[in-house]
């Protein structure tokens, strides 16, 4: 049964600092891109970053560049998000998502197979 739990989630003031954690059970990641998204109340599930199998490439949604970091261990069937600088606005449940299936775009959630049930990320002002 294939798992994927994220963790690391939580409240924090303006400006600091959050790393988010997916582990993958059940399932090898080494060969599968994955992604982080979130949904804000109210508001449609949008794409954050996303990462290649290996690790080389990355890609990020611009109200997240340069504040975010994507980054996986296929050694521990993990990824993570790095969330630096954070604002009111990237209030969020986040949720961690693996493989693709049509390789078109990579922030379109129609995109992956596996989800997880999402971490909770709750910035104050």
């Known amino acids: 049964q294939v798992q994927l739990v994220e963790s690391g989630g939580g409240s924090v003031q303006a400006g600091g600092s959050l790393t988010l954690s997916c582990a993958a059970s059940?399932?090898?990641?080494?060969?599968?891109?994955m992604a982080w998204f979130r949904e804000a109340p109210g508001k449609e599930r949008e794409g954050v970053a996303a990462?290649?199998?290996?690790?080389?490439?990355?890609y990020y949604a611009d109200s997240v560049k340069g504040r975010f970091t994507i980054s996986r261990d296929n050694a521990k069937n993990a990824a993570y998000l790095q969330m630096n600088s954070l604002k009111p606005e990237d209030t969020a449940i986040y949720y961690c998502?693996?493989?693709?299936?049509?390789?078109?775009?990579?922030?379109?959630?129609?995109?992956?197979?596996?989800w997880g049930q999402g971490t909770h990320v709750t910035v104050s002002s």
């Open positions: 990462i290649s199998p290996g690790g080389g490439m990355t």
């Open positions: 059940g399932y090898t990641v080494r060969s599968k891109s």
């Open positions: 998502a693996a493989e693709r299936m049509y390789g078109r775009d990579w922030s379109d959630v129609r995109e992956y197979i596996h």
